[in-house]
């Protein structure tokens, strides 16, 4: 049987000009039945649509911050290193993949930049902007949870749970939510930590880091899975 093919954002290293991916990427993919490719980082917008139309799903990885210009706002202070290229690449590729209706997973820079492209905005620095006592920002071993979330739609029917623990790492998150995106998951200061796109097969986004843990959390493993599995054409939940 022919396995989905999942285009994966790569990750950048400004300092050594380099592109790289985090192994629990790939295996969350390949261990859900998929078949994963590192995509070229490129924003030449033919080679999008061409790369668009031949992958069955994209994971938008986590990564650098997403820069303010995109959900109209001047960088503060605040805000830490953003790579042009990859959000001249998303902002062009994401559209694309959305129009056409193909599966797609956010994870961490993912949802925010997700939420950004199709018209919301982030906090670009939640500690200063809005202070929790939630742990967003764990420190290592990352496949540890940090704190719980509440779970609705098809996020809790997938997992068939009300609530989970999940691991954190971000400084930034969802402020304004797209029009077009609903949330699945709060944090218990009530920051959105995962959504999706009701009139899509399957658009989800996650903030917290089921690439860290996929490999011993059985709700990373079905994330992955439900992601898989809508790339390949089944039941998308």
């Given at each position: 049987m022919r396995k989905p093919m999942i285009g994966i954002l790569?990750?950048?290293d400004i300092e050594r000009e380099s592109y790289w991916m985090l192994p629990g990427y790939m295996r969350g993919v390949e261990e859900a039945g998929g078949l994963p490719v590192m995509l070229p980082l490129?924003?030449?917008r033919p080679e999008l649509e061409q790369l668009a139309a031949s992958f069955d799903g994209f994971l938008f990885t986590g990564g650098h911050d997403v820069a303010p210009t995109l959900y109209g706002q001047t960088p503060s202070d605040l805000c830490q290193e953003v790579c042009e290229a990859r959000?001249?690449?998303e902002k062009i590729l994401f559209?694309?993949?959305?129009?056409?209706n193909k599966a797609v997973l956010g994870i961490c820079r993912g949802a925010q930049l997700i939420n950004a492209v199709l018209g919301g905005t982030l906090y670009q620095d939640l500690p200063v902007l809005r202070p929790s006592a939630v742990p967003h920002h764990q420190m290592p071993p990352y496949h540890l949870p940090s704190h719980p979330v509440s779970l609705s739609g098809p996020l809790a029917r997938l997992l068939e749970a009300d609530a989970i623990p999940v691991n954190s790492c971000h400084h930034q998150g969802i402020d304004v939510l797209a029009p077009e995106l609903e949330a699945m998951a709060l944090a218990e200061?009530?920051?959105?930590?995962?959504?999706?796109?009701?009139?899509?097969t399957?658009?989800?986004a996650v903030q917290?880091?089921?690439e860290f843990s996929c490999a011993v959390?059985?709700?990373?493993?079905?994330?992955?899975r439900g992601f898989v599995l809508a790339a390949q054409g089944g039941d998308r939940a």
């Open positions: 790569p990750l950048v490129t924003a030449n959000d001249n690449m559209p694309l993949v959305f129009e056409r200061d009530g920051l959105v930590e995962a959504v999706y796109a009701p009139g899509k399957f658009v989800w917290w880091h089921p959390d059985e709700n990373s493993k079905k994330i992955f």
